[in-house]
């Protein structure tokens, strides 16, 4: 999101200390390729060394998922980021993100369920099958991609552990590891990173708990080891590396509601009648079209009205954003 800029600073005042770091960060990028520039900038390049070292996920396509549209490239999906606690800019999480440890990883289930547990993350990737579904992601920044994400839906883990009739809502809580993060320190947001659905929102067979993209597990960069896709709601919704899902009965407060919550509501149901109050949402640009390419107009629900929109009836969509 680009709601908040980091602070300007003038090249006067940046000391030797940052153009010492700059410079061994711009060595660490070209050590690992040949450095490409064009309208994706440095990525590419430098995620196509990354992607190399992924370790298969395998899984069984999804024919009901299948998006007659050109999918986006992996190396786009996989350097061109918002994952803020690594920075704000698209490629800092890329660059960053390695560092975090995905190994050991638990993932507490918790809060209105008969059955809590921790679960390990490698018994988590056997819970259910594998399936690669190919969803379009839109960002309220007004970009989109189309990924072949590979995972198997939330449903299957919120049964395991048996919701309660309580159970309104669920939350999401991300990872947080300072030493790792260095966007943390910006506080641009209330961390961990939070965000939530409604029961039936987390129980509607689109939403995905995701383990892997182009048939390998996830990079840190989108994710790793595992995060959620919620294919009609913008990607904010969809939070990266999760530690805690907890079942509540009132709904919870989300890290970008609480930092403006103007501009980014609980719901954020794709509309393209529903501005940003500062910019439209009418129109979207394809990750990987170029710059200047032809936009395209954005679909109610992000094109999945057909399965969603039966959960939002008698809803005033302006008023629940
Ligand atoms: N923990 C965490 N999850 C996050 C974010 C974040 O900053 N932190 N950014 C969100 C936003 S704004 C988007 S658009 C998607 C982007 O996912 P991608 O980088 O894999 O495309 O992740 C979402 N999940
Ligand atoms: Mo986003």
Redesign the pocket.
Known sequence: ?SMIKPPHIPPSEITSEEIWQTRRRWLRLAGLGAVAVGAGGLGPAIAGAAEAARPPLASAPNPAYRLDEKLTSEKD?TSY?????FGTGKTD?MEYAGDMNTRPWTVSVEGEVARPRVFDIDDLLKLAPMEERIYR?R??EAWS?VIPWVGYPLSALLREVQPTGNAKYVEFV?ALEPEAMPGVRAGILDWP?VEGLRMDEAMHPLTLLVFGLYGKLLPN???APL?VAVPWK???K????IVRIRLLEKMPVTSWAKAAANEYGFYANVNPEVPHPRWSQATERRIGDGFFAPRAKTLMFNGYGDQVASLYQGMDLRRYY
């Open positions: 999101m999906i980021n918002n994952f803020y606690e999480p992601l960002c309220v991609m991300t990173y960069q989108d994710g995060r913008y990607g904010f969809s939070g990266k590396s």
